[in-house]
């Protein structure tokens, strides 16, 4: 096989006209093609056998299509892999065009309760353009998802035969969830008991784990818009770190100092490490409030 870029392949596609008439893409065929392919390793009968047509044709209208004839019939080793592929099919036009349909579609998934397919159908949410919409139409379903799925990531990391490779990767796709959901305006009520449970879970932890919960702690702590509630989370987050040291080193990366300059010229440490951490890696000012105990 030869490595090409996408964009002389486009120009060729335009110049032997492959696509006809048909408004379509690179990036079209390959959602066309994995379509295919997930509907037939499903044992579905396939709308069109035609690449080009499964890959321009009306998505959303597909999708009440499988839920109409699959929805409630399908083979239960592939429920959850059916739902998660009707609800990218729904959101296919970049907003709910069925909100009835998506409705259904979360409540299944609320029934099945997989901690998998629960991960995923989150990150299918937070790649939307316009989660702020979704979550305004269908939030109490997102959020009664994502309070599942949290529960079950920390009962793992908690767990003493947990896996950490894959512990942390989970994590870290958490965080990227979340701070996605955040960025839109939504979750922002469920992220101190977020946060609270993280610290919970960081104390019962593996090392290499409980670094990445003080990672994501710190990540979703950062887009709080409320200064004094953004001043708690990251104290608490603090207290999730493995040792000061971690924190003086991340410091003098961003001041381009060697550890022991920075401790010489200032000797600070502790919270007081931290804070300036935060303050040069999301531009608190000076004035950020700095609250007691936790």
Known sequence: SVLCPEGILNTLIVEENFFGQEKCSLAKCCFGSFLAKEIE????????????????????????????????????????????????????????MDSSLVSSILNEILSLNVPRTNLLICECIARTDDIKDVFDIVGAEISQITKRLVSSIFQEVTSLNSDVKQCVNTLQRLGKIIVSFMKSGSYNNEVELLINSMYLSAQQCDKQIRGCLFEVAVAISCEVNDTTMKSILLKKSYNMAENEDSLQDRLATLLGNKPNNILGQSGFGGWDCFFKLMQKETGLADSFVIVGGL
């Open 41 to 96: 390793e499903m044992g579905l009968p396939l709308p069109h056998s035609d690449l080009v047509q499964l890959s321009v044709m009306h998505h959303p209208s597909y999708a009440r299509t499988l839920w109409r004839h699959h929805g409630r019939s399908g083979p239960d080793n592939l429920r959850g892999r059916l739902m998660l592929l009707m609800l990218e099919l729904a959101l296919r036009q970049k907003k709910i």
